[in-house]
């Protein structure tokens, strides 16, 4: 979905808080192979790490929403600079869920005392920043749900402020979810061994043995996880209890958190 994007060097995600600048930081790196950096790298607003980290490093995604006002100044030939497009009201909604109350400290970034600050946010890069960045593009957060990593807002209306990937723990609690294949994942024919390969691009597969082609075929969006555990009974008579419970969890999880699997619907 972002591939088009390895060819710059550095790419700085940035837009208002809560506007999606972390997830689509991760789906940028996972789809272009570049490192993702996460803003506590920088302390956030450090523009002088942030200079810092570009100079020594190559092939990096930087999320830097607090540095939102200062992106045109560190735009080059190979640096894209992505801006965040989100809902004002999307914004606000999300940031009181999980009582942002910075937006004083950020208007003040712009020589403001009152206003929103995603707004503001927005102004600014239409009427001083655009023009003067070279590389400059824009992604709705709404055309995220398009990527592989995307998860429903069900799956994240308990989520922590820098959460973005569900916990291991998610597939215990929860047996009755349903799970697909992400968009452009296919199962492919290994020629190194008599196995099945899914891959999503070049930069991220998995090789199956029996048991997890087995798994993979019920994800086909018509099997719960506990139907899939209880298929594997049957199949697997001779695997232990607690392998055919703990093992399948791992794989499924690793799957969803790499991008291969979604969840597709959601039982009680």
Request: with cysteine.
């Amino acid at each position: 979905m972002f591939e088009w994007l390895a060819e710059f060097n550095t790419i700085l995600v940035t837009g208002p808080q809560r506007s999606g600048t972390r997830i689509a930081s991760r789906m940028i790196a996972h789809d272009t192979g570049h490192e993702y950096i996460d803003e506590d790298a920088i302390n956030m607003d450090g523009i002088y790490k942030l200079y810092s980290i570009i100079a020594e490093k190559d092939h990096i995604v930087v999320q830097c929403p607090v540095l939102c006002r200062h992106v045109h100044m560190l735009a080059g030939d190979d640096v894209a600079v992505v801006l965040m497009r989100r809902k004002i009201e999307d914004i606000i909604t999300s940031q009181k869920r999980i009582r942002w109350m910075w937006e004083w400290l950020e208007l003040a970034r712009y020589d403001r005392s009152d206003g929103i600050i995603s707004e503001v946010k927005y102004q600014f890069w239409e009427q001083v920043q655009k023009e003067r960045i070279k590389h400059a593009f824009e992604i709705e957060y709404e055309s995220l749900a398009a990527h592989p990593l995307w998860l429903d807002k069900e799956l994240r209306q308990n989520f922590d402020v820098r959460q973005t990937t569900l916990p291991a723990q998610y597939w215990s609690g929860n047996q009755n979810h349903r799970l697909i294949p992400s968009v452009g994942v296919q199962l492919y024919k290994s020629e190194v061994r008599d196995s099945g390969l899914i891959l999503k691009d070049i930069t991220n597969a998995r090789v199956l043995n029996e048991v997890g082609k087995f798994i993979w075929n019920l994800c086909d969006g018509a099997h719960t996880y506990s139907e899939i555990l209880q298929a594997l009974r049957e199949e697997f008579p001779e695997v232990e209890e607690s392998a055919l419970t703990s093992d399948p969890e791992k794989f499924i999880s690793d799957l969803i958190v790499n991008g291969f699997l979604r969840v597709n619907t959601l039982d009680g």
